[in-house]
């Protein structure tokens, strides 16, 4: 099991630089929903983006994103399919937003 840490987490702004502070995502039923991109980084040689829905509220719990490349070189946002993984960065993320 691969745990991330703190101190190896880099700052960065691709997906803001690409898009701006507000990403459109579609769903796989076609539903489109406006993100607010929080905070974008990278750990352990992968990238990730923290978004939060535009309509959710300031409750509404953050998702997180794995930052890919695409064939044609564009940025792309894709779900963290891999428990363990998602469970890292979630922890991870929590950590960096709610040092105790």
Known sequence: MTEYSAATVVWTSR????FGSVVELEDEQGRVANYTVEKEFDVAGSSYAVLRTENGGADAEP???KI???REGALELVT???DEEWENVSELYDELTFPE
């Open 80 to 82: 963290i399919d891999d």
């Open 68 to 70: 890919m490349i695409d």
């Open 63 to 65: 998702e997180i994103f």
């Open 15 to 18: 997906v803001q630089d690409a």
